[in-house]
């Protein structure tokens, strides 16, 4: 592993939408949409942040719950953001991949899922992963499913199964940042395995209200850190 060179492993828990369109006496899909904006603004921070693999919660396995209109409008701005931000990952070389659950995922989206990673898979600046259908322990459970049985496994093995049950064929890597906006402080089954040793960044600020500003914010906080990773300060080591 170059973790030295290579660059951060930044995942976003991209919540508040719903809170910030209320507080302004709009609807909440209202805040799903100007939330849609927000994230071509991050994409194109991100490489220069430091950023060279970027995975954004979008949508939960648990957020079927919704409203059917709410899980309806979230669907079309997927597609629409597919769609729409393709020729511009292109020309910025950002390598897009949905990862997920893919069954239950409208066929309309998931046309537009196979067309965006087709045209972007050269891209080489950034990895952006768009969780949608997403729950970490349903990827660990089919991965564990998956593995033969009565082998020993290895942690490495365990990584690239969950990776490929949903659908991420490139490099496995541990969250380095993990972000989430909104107030909230949990992880909401978002990649429970990955953020083993990730470093937690907690703002109020919602989603819709996030900024390139504030995500260089959190990679400064970020830096400060110092990860031990189990072991002792790197100054006492000697
Ligand atoms: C996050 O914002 C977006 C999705 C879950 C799709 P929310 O819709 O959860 O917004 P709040 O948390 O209700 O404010
Ligand atoms: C997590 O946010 C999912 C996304 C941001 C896509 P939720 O709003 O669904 O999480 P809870 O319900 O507050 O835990
Ligand atoms: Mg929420």
Redesign the pocket.
Known sequence: MSAHVEGIHAAI???GNGRWAVGRGKPRTAGHIVGARVVRDIVEAAPSCGISMLTL????A??WQRPSREVSLLMRLFRRYLVKETTRCIANGVRMRIIGRRDRIPAELLKAIHNAEEATKHGRTLDLRIAVDYSARDAIVRAASSLPRGTKHTIEELQREIDRVYHWTGPSRDVDLLIRTGG?Q?L?D?LLWECAYAELYFTDRKWPEFSPVDLEAAVQVFRSRERRFGAVPAVAAG
Request: without cysteine; negative net charge.
């Open positions: 828990i991209m919540d919660y979008a949508f939960s648990d957020n909230e949990r909401s978002f």
